[in-house]
């Protein structure tokens, strides 16, 4: 099932990104990743009450808040920096370069981690960087 949600989390960022790009268009970008983390945060805690998950807060350990919290933040300066780019340059572009996150959460998760690193994997990285070096020039 995590390939289906994979395949939809891509094709959400993806049409962010066609979104993003027309709502941006004279928009201070700060203000606009300010609006749409207000819808996104609606939106989680509507699942999350929906399904019931309010209560799982409580069985959350320092370590877990700790982390989750530096995910947010890791992610408000993605969306930060990602609209400003967008802004500045062609979606085909700033898409592909943003997606250099991959081969980079790659490395980070060998390093941090300690994931074992796979033929397959490093070659998918490498043709990444190259498709996003090859998308830039």
Sequence with gaps: MWS?????????????AIFAKVGIKGVDTNLATAIRTVVILIIAWLIVLV??????QTTLSKTNW??????GIATGLSWIFYFK????????QVAAVDKLSV???????????????????????????????????
């Design 66 to 71: 700790l982390f989750l919290i530096l995910s």
């Design 103 to 137: 081969a980079l959460a790659i490395i980070l998760s060998v390093v941090f981690l300690k994931e074992v690193l796979t033929l397959k994997t490093a070659i998918g990285a490498a043709l990444i960087i190259a498709g996003t070096v090859t998308l830039i020039l």
């Design 51 to 56: 399904k019931g998950s309010i209560n799982a």
């Design 4 to 16: 289906v949600y994979a395949l939809l989390s891509a094709l959400f960022a993806a049409l962010t």
């Design 85 to 92: 780019a967008l802004q500045a340059g062609k979606v085909s």
